[in-house]
């Protein structure tokens, strides 16, 4: 057999020979050397607000993509990525994946989350005849919504691990996030699966087609991406 060990998540390690693939103790066995690598540490009292300069039209599909990592010291809701007073992605009180938009909350992936693992999360509008709305969550889609429940890209700012919500002059910061946060992407165009499955684990080029704004953590400031 050839097991080269170089998948980096799962539970599989896949035999190039033979086609016996070795079942791994859990998907977090993995240990990768990839040099130096920088995340953004949240403490669960403040939150990141990144001006991406990003505008959409109502005819215009996006797509936000991040990494996080949330400690299983959080109590109460926590938010991962969130559009000012228009969309929130947030870890319920029991972990679960809650998206809130036009004020309506609805529960998109039944697991706990707070579990102090990396996880990815994508956010995928198709604004277009027939198109929707779908949460990925490692990868998978987990649930679908009408694209004209998820608002375009007005405020040009995303803020990462917490919210700017409420009504009138309540407008706060709140639902902070205690863990990490990596990755961030916004892209302008129609993305399938297949891309998305493609792209996450792997580092994009800043040039790339159709990425509007990058994130990779890896300088103290954001205003220097």
């Known amino acids: 057999g050839y097991w080269q060990f170089n998948e ?5 390690a896949t035999d190039r020979s033979r086609n016996r693939h070795m079942t791994l103790a859990s998907e977090n ?11 953004a540490s949240l403490d ?10 990003v505008y959409t039209k109502s005819d215009e599909s ?12 959080n109590n109460g809701k926590a938010t991962i990525l969130s559009i000012p007073n228009a969309v929130d992605i947030a870890l319920g009180e029991s972990g679960n994946v809650e998206v809130t938009s036009e004020k309506v909350t609805t529960n998109a992936y039944n697991a706990n989350l707070k579990d102090g693992q990396w996880h990815h999360m994508a956010l995928n509008v198709t604004k277009s005849t027939g198109g929707g709305a779908t949460l990925y969550i490692d990868g998978v889609a987990r649930r679908q919504f009408s694209s004209k429940s ?14 700017y919500w409420g009504d009138g002059d309540e407008l706060k910061y709140e639902q902070f996030l205690k863990g990490n946060i990596d ?4 892209w ?5 699966s297949d891309i998305i499955n493609n792209n996450m684990r792997t580092r994009v080029e800043n040039d790339a087609e159709g990425l509007a704004a990058y994130y990779p953590m890896e300088s103290r400031a954001l205003d220097s991406y």
Not at 62 to 73: G, H, P, Q
Not at 188 to 192: A, D, L, M, N, S
């Open 8 to 12: 980096g998540y799962g539970s599989k």
């Open 29 to 39: 066995s993995w240990f990768v050397n990839a040099g130096t690598n920088y995340v």
């Open 44 to 53: 669960g009292n403040t939150a990141i607000l990144a001006s991406t300069g």
């Open 62 to 73: 996006y797509l936000i993509e991040t990494w996080f990592r949330a400690d299983t010291e």
């Open 150 to 163: 998820i608002p375009n890209l007005t405020d040009g700012v995303i803020i990462l691990g917490g919210r």
């Open 183 to 186: 990755e961030v992407r916004v």
């Open 188 to 192: 302008k165009g129609r993305y399938t």
